[in-house]
């Protein structure tokens, strides 16, 4: 696999369409690195805390802890203040525990423009090290909104009614992951006055959390699908904290559909399907 030249010492270099082109699609250098227990365990502690439901025990790292596009892009470009996530697909097939060592590789798959705005694909992969293979835990297509190229203003709300009828729910509260300091954190998403610029009630939650809830719903409903499973989640809409979602999960004979809904309106659409191959 061929890498390109190791990362620039930057704090801050905003995403757009023309860094990342200059950038290419090879494929980054590794980042590697442990999440302690003492992280895993604040995670599910609040995945716990901030639902209704009887809490749950996990021992292995939870989806969010294996992301790695976050890490490897930050390693790069600086801290990720100016981006959304507008779609996901991520495809486990690995569950490590706390404190085992752990690599990611990115590159960027996909650039277009939209609408008027600027979006980018990045494939990563989650791996370990085991002798001389490599095993893979986790491929990621994250679809990021670059908002520094955004327009201010455009984002409208939709609001589409959700009447689904569904075999489980769980009612969660939204909360953030981390506590984020807008004099750290310049232009960020998360904040509330960043996040006003573009038309957003007020600073988004991280990204990561939704697939937690989307992946705790689906144990809460049945076991894991032996060989792994896919996440695809093609409908992300704003929530922030402190609104109360309900998080419904619908099963056929081919996936367990999930959705987010905040009152009767829709928040976020997914599936979880047994592992296929990307496409």
């Known amino acids: 696999m061929k890498y390109v030249q190791e990362p620039k010492p930057v704090e801050y270099d905003p995403l757009t369409i023309a860094l990342l082109e200059a950038q290419g699609k090879d494929w980054m250098s590794p980042v590697s690195f442990r999440v302690s227990s003492a992280s895993h365990e604040k995670t599910v502690s609040l995945l716990n805390q901030n639902t209704t439901a009887k809490p749950m025990e996990y021992y292995h790292l939870l989806p969010?802890?294996?992301?790695?596009?976050?890490?490897?892009?930050?390693?790069?470009?600086?801290?990720?203040?100016?981006?959304?996530?507008?779609?996901?697909?991520?495809?486990?097939?690995?569950?490590?525990?706390?404190?085992?060592?752990?690599?990611?590789?990115?590159?960027?798959?996909?650039?277009?423009?939209?609408?008027?705005?600027?979006?980018?694909?990045?494939?990563?992969?989650?791996?370990?090290?085991?002798?001389?293979?490599?095993?893979?835990?986790?491929?990621?297509?994250?679809?990021?909104?670059?908002?520094?190229?955004?327009?201010?203003?455009?984002?409208?709300?939709?609001?589409?009614?959700?009447?689904?009828?569904?075999?489980?729910?769980?009612?969660?509260?939204?909360?953030?992951?981390?506590?984020?300091?807008?004099?750290?954190?310049?232009?960020?998403?998360?904040?509330?006055?960043?996040?006003?610029?573009?038309?957003?009630?007020?600073?988004?939650?991280?990204?990561?959390?939704?697939?937690?809830?989307?992946?705790?719903?689906f144990i809460r409903k049945t076991s894991m699908y032996a060989g792994g499973f896919t996440i695809d989640v093609p409908l992300i809409l704003p929530i922030y904290t402190e609104d109360k979602v309900t998080v419904k999960v619908k099963e056929d004979s081919k996936s367990h559909e999930i959705r987010f809904v905040k009152g009767n309106v829709l928040r976020l659409k997914g599936n979880i399907s047994p592992i296929v191959k990307f496409v």
């Not at 996901?88 to 590789?105: C, K, M, N, V, Y």
């Not at 979006?119 to 090290?129: G, K, L, N, Q, R």
């Not at 689904?164 to 998360?190: C, P, S």
């Open 64 to 217: 969010s802890e294996l992301w790695g596009c976050a890490r490897v892009l930050s390693n790069y470009f600086g801290r990720l203040n100016e981006v959304a996530v507008s779609k996901t697909r991520w495809e486990l097939s690995g569950s490590p525990f706390p404190d085992e060592q752990l690599h990611a590789i990115s590159r960027v798959s996909k650039i277009e423009r939209r609408k008027g705005l600027s979006y980018a694909t990045i494939e990563t992969v989650t791996y370990s090290h085991s002798g001389r293979t490599t095993i893979d835990h986790m491929k990621q297509l994250d679809e990021l909104l670059l908002l520094h190229e955004a327009p201010e203003g455009f984002y409208k709300e939709r609001e589409v009614e959700d009447n689904t009828e569904a075999d489980m729910e769980v009612l969660r509260t939204v909360y953030f992951r981390y506590n984020w300091n807008k004099e750290i954190w310049k232009n960020n998403v998360h904040t509330d006055d960043y996040a006003r610029r573009f038309g957003y009630k007020r600073g988004l939650p991280e990204f990561i959390m939704y697939i937690d809830w989307v992946f705790d719903a």
